[in-house]
């Protein structure tokens, strides 16, 4: 049996060496989607590089951002968290946030994201989860774009604090309004992992997708993969190297020929 398994990659648009090896990995067929930063400086730029090409082999979804480049307001992530966990947040101001990035998508791709999902996982929060899918469902009710729900419970601590603050809860109501939803987010860790305890966790991942699979759970990997960059406002830079040495390397690929996994756009899954 064929496992099919949704490979993502996050924070496209955010630098040049992060597209780049992104772009590569779709190329090479490691990846099968990729969530953009539409509000990024250098997102016109960077959405030229996504052909027709790119667009057949992977999903390109909007990277929903409260926290690194949205405007009017910047978020820091934990007091975005407390602010929508106290229902403080105004919604109206998130509306237009949304909006704005949704429109700047659209604006360079010619077209709705095929997904979305959240930068720090900020779509799934209460308050924001409440707009972000009205939305949605409002501008492209003739076809929803799928939702990559953070359901990361296999991934320890920092797995069950990102459920905690609102997976489950999004993908009811995702489900409610009638979007595509995966099931399992698999690919959380420390960001402090060298090529061989990344290719042990990615195993680990492949493992859990096999079986989440067999009953019926679709399942997305997530990954942050970019090539060497001296950008230290990034403070996941060390990791990206790492992470796409190890998928563009051919003990992935026996990997996934071993366990019968075979990467595949969410859209080809999700059609019927």
């Not at 007091?79 to 990035?101: C, N, Y």
């Not at 230290?232 to 366990?259: C, K």
Request: include cysteine.
């Amino acid at each position: 049996m064929v496992t099919p398994l949704i490979i993502s990659a996050d924070d496209y648009a955010q630098g040049a060496a992060i597209d780049q090896g992104i772009l590569d990995l779709i190329r090479m067929r490691r990846l099968t989607a990729t969530s953009c930063l539409s509000l990024s400086p250098r997102w016109r730029e960077a959405a030229t590089s996504i052909t027709s090409a790119i667009r057949e082999q992977a999903d390109i979804g909007l990277h929903l951002d409260f926290t690194a480049y949205s405007r009017p307001t910047r978020y820091p992530h934990p007091q975005l968290v407390i602010r929508s966990l106290l229902r403080s947040l105004d919604p109206e101001q998130l509306k237009t946030m949304i909006r704005q990035q949704l429109d700047a998508f659209e604006q360079e791709m010619n077209s709705a994201p095929d997904y979305v999902d959240g930068h720090q996982h900020v779509h799934q929060l209460p308050q924001v989860r409440d707009v972000l899918l009205a939305e949605l469902q409002s501008r492209y009710a003739d076809k929803l774009p799928w939702i990559r729900i953070s359901h990361s419970a296999y991934d320890g601590v920092k797995g069950r604090v990102i459920l905690a603050l609102g997976s489950q809860a999004m993908r009811k109501q995702a489900l409610r309004r009638g979007f595509a939803v995966t099931d399992t987010l698999l690919g959380v860790y420390g960001f402090d992992s060298n090529a061989a305890t990344y290719q042990k966790q990615l195993r680990a991942w492949l493992t859990i997708a096999v079986t989440e699979t067999r009953v019926k759970r679709l399942c997305a990997l997530m990954c942050h993969p970019g090539l060497p960059s001296a950008d230290d406002t990034d403070p996941i830079r060390r990791a990206r190297p790492v992470e796409y040495e190890v998928f563009s390397s051919s003990v992935f690929a026996e990997m996934l020929q071993e366990m019968n996994i075979e990467p595949t756009k969410a859209s080809q899954l999700l059609s019927g």
